[in-house]
């Protein structure tokens, strides 16, 4: 059986997920200048790390929407980071503005993204 984890998989994800709303209108990186990694790490499902770029997504992401779901929140701290906002990795306001945008077009609970 394939792996759908795999870093091969990220990437494909990311571009997908940049091709559609509401990150096809946001200022991010092009897909071959981010890294991805599969990481092992319970601390959360994922990380934005910047200069230079990188998601990484935990191995305790198993399937379709834990995977996807995780690269959009993460997308958006990329987002924020490539826009130039200092305070891109926190949670704050300027986030949730986004997330709830996030949300909205993709039928996601606010509360678990």
């Known amino acids: 059986m394939a792996k759908l984890l795999t ?3 990220l990437r494909k994800i990311y571009k997908m997920l940049s091709l559609l709303p509401p990150y096809n209108e946001w200022r991010l990186p ?10 092992s790490n ?6 934005f790390i910047n200069d230079p770029p990188r998601i990484q997504i935990d191995r305790s992401c198993d399937d379709w929407n834990k ?14 980071w490539y826009s130039g906002h200092k305070d891109f990795d926190a949670h704050e306001a300027k986030f949730k503005k986004y997330a709830k945008i996030v949300c909205n077009i993709h ?7």
């Open 107 to 113: 039928n996601l609970k606010e509360d678990e993204f």
């Open 67 to 80: 995977i996807t779901h995780t690269m959009m929140h993460e997308m958006i701290h990329c987002f924020l």
């Open 42 to 47: 319970t601390d959360a499902f994922g990380w």
């Open 7 to 9: 870093k091969q998989n």
């Open 30 to 39: 092009q897909p071959h200048k981010v890294t991805f990694e599969v990481v």
